[in-house]
Nanobody, 118 residues
Framework: HVQLVESGGGSVQAGESRRLSCVTS????????VAWVRQAPGKQREGVVS???????RYADSVKGRFTLSKDNAKNTLYLQMNSLRLEDTAMYYC?????????????WGQGTQVTVS
């Protein structure tokens, strides 16, 4: 049974930083793509960053240079370090765990953690 549990969201001021965590269980992220996805009110889900099995990362242009994805495989945890937060970063942030390489297909989802920037 795969579970993804996000944490670390909250309310922050513009320009501040925040780190999100996603703990996975029943899942091996070393053999599959994992990603952070966000959804702002009234908007479609947007891919923030993904990391594939070869270590390659893909960032949305809107977060390049500000957000950093990292993994601790020993702790089965995915992190998203968010710096220089902007109002437009306000969204529900989800951890997505794909069922293989190339970040394709239907992933497993966490419940999300809300980030509000004011």
């Amino acid at each position: 049974h795969v579970q993804l549990v996000e944490s670390g969201g909250g309310s922050v001021q513009a320009g501040e930083s925040r780190r999100l965590s996603c703990v996975t269980s029943g899942y091996t992220s070393t053999t599959s793509c994992v990603a952070w996805v966000r959804q702002a009110p009234g908007k479609q889900r947007e891919g923030v960053v993904s990391i594939d099995t070869d270590g390659s990362t893909r960032y949305a242009d809107s977060v390049k240079g500000r957000f950093t994805l990292s993994k601790d495989n020993a702790k089965n945890t995915l992190y998203l370090q968010m710096n220089s937060l902007r109002l437009e970063d306000t969204a529900m942030y989800y951890c997505a765990a794909y069922r293989g390489r190339f970040c394709a297909g239907s992933p497993y989802w966490g419940q999300g953690t809300q980030v509000t920037v004011s």
